[in-house]
């Protein structure tokens, strides 16, 4: 079986994929399958001849995305990927990180050329990606969090006196700014008074539309856990991030040896299960499929928040989401063969929806192949 690696993309987490994606195509091979790198360059560029991993990763071609940048300037994108010159591939594992790539644009285009992929559709990966909208759904699910409010940029530049009134008038210092879509701590910060936060909203602004304030958890423990599966997900051990600075930011995250990896987290058993069953909850509230890491804060207290869930978590060698998974007993080409596996029975399974009424009612159940929808579409334009 081919399967085609995407790596790379136009968001502030283009160099975690080439990292990532390098991961993924040796346990992939060491899986047995075939794979075919695609790599898509920081400007939106397709690359598919040569050698893409080495090409993006020398950043010879073209240059390589400014490290805070979260998003290139737009303009035109030299787009031209699904046409003939895209090599053949059975399924497709697209490793990229944030926006165009996490955030169900690359999932709409796959879906639209109608080609199994791995990992989470386009509803979940854009809400996943979505911190407003996500804590929504989180919160009708009863699934616990910090408070938090949102904003638009709009608001912010219009009134940004009241604004700061309003927030410190219903929230207490520490407090954390951020946009709403975005990741890898981009835009994140920790204030503790007027001055910062305005700043910080500031900063969150010139990343996104909409923004988020939200309570800090003072001295919060980060506890993740790796789910796997579609309708029937199952969820890792809970690991534990202990950050090398005051909080996990860009720095923390990407610079060798600043923070440092728990596995297993040190839970109480209650608690370990506590953990689980909410991040399976959370995976199951956005439709996952494939894989999700769910992010826990862990409050001095023993209150547990869900912070966010990622759908498409780092996946290097040092990467918590497969070294939870090695820890809970799945090695690595084990672990991207079901995540193969399970982009097919997502695809098969999507496959079996009736498109239209037309379909004759003694027709069996789920038999929607392609000749059947078109002929139902002809039934209905005849009726
Ligand atoms: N409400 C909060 N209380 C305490 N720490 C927080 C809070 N929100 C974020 N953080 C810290 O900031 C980090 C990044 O925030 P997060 O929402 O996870 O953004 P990203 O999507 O960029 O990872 C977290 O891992 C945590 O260290
Ligand atoms: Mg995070």
Redesign the pocket.
Known sequence: MKIGVLFGGRSGEHEVSLASATTVMDALAQAGYQTVPIGISPEGRWLTSGDPLARLTSGEDPPAASRDGATQPTGITPFVPLDERMPAVDVIFPVLHGPFGEDGTVQGLLEMAGLPYVGDGVLASAVGMD?ITSKTIFGAEGIPQ?K?RALIRREWLQRPREILDEIERDFVY???A?PAN???????S?VRNRQELAEALELACAYDRRVLV?????G?R?IEVSVLGNDEPIASIPGE?V?GNE???YE??YQDGRSQLLIPAVLEAEQAAAVCSLALQAFRALDCAGLARV?F?LGQDGTL?L??L?TMPGFTRHSMYPKLWEASGIPLPELVRRLVELALERHADRQRNRISRGCSENRTRMETERTDSHGAVLSLSKG
């Open positions: 911190k910090v938090y520490p407090l954390f951020k975005l990741g890898s701590s981009v835009g994140v920790k939200e309570a800090g958890v003072e919060a980060e991030i950050p909080f996990y930011d923390a995250k992010d804060l928040y912070n966010e990622n």
